[in-house]
C-alpha cells in the first residue's frame, strides 16, 4: 500500500519560512516524479514546485528563488523548503507522486495547511 504522509505545516508571519515534508512508504520516490501542489479557498489546485528522478526542478513562477524542492532518497522524501513566505501563499499543500512510466501510478497525500498571517 503506496502512503504520502505530509507535515511541516504551521501559521507563520509575513517574511518567515516553513519546510515541509513528504515522506513515502510503498513506492521508491527517486523513480517518480513528485510535485508539490496547493490549493487555496475558492481556487484551484495548482501545482507549486516539482522535482524528477534526474533531480531538474521546475517551479511556479511566483515561488521562484523563494521556494527549494529537494529530495533525501535514503529517508524516501521530499522536502519544499519556504522562505519569505507572503499571505498569498496560504494554502493546503499537497505531495504527489506520479511515475513517468504507468500513468495510472498517481498518488497523493492527505495535505498540511499553511498559513501566512500576521
Known amino acids: 500500500q503506496v502512503q504520502l504522509v505530509e507535515s511541516g505545516g504551521g501559521l507563520v508571519q509575513p517574511g518567515g519560512s516553513l519546510r515541509l515534508s513528504c515522506a513515502a512508504s510503498?513506492?521508491?520516490?527517486?523513480?517518480?516524479?513528485v510535485g508539490w501542489y496547493r490549493q487555496a479557498p475558492g481556487k484551484q489546485r495548482e501545482l507549486v514546485a516539482a522535482?524528477?528522478?534526474?533531480?531538474?526542478?521546475n517551479y511556479l513562477e511566483s515561488v521562484k528563488g523563494r521556494f527549494t524542492i529537494s529530495r533525501d532518497n535514503a529517508k524516501n522524501t521530499v522536502y519544499l523548503q519556504m522562505n519569505s513566505l507572503k499571505p498569498e501563499d496560504t494554502a493546503v499543500y499537497y505531495c504527489?507522486?506520479?511515475?513517468?512510466?504507468?500513468?495510472?501510478?498517481?498518488?497523493w497525500g492527505q495535505g498540511t495547511q499553511v498559513t501566512v498571517s500576521s
Open positions: 504527489n507522486a506520479q511515475s513517468p512510466i504507468i500513468s495510472s501510478n498517481n498518488y
Open positions: 510503498g513506492i521508491i520516490f527517486s523513480r517518480y516524479v
Open positions: 522535482i524528477v528522478s534526474g533531480g531538474r526542478t
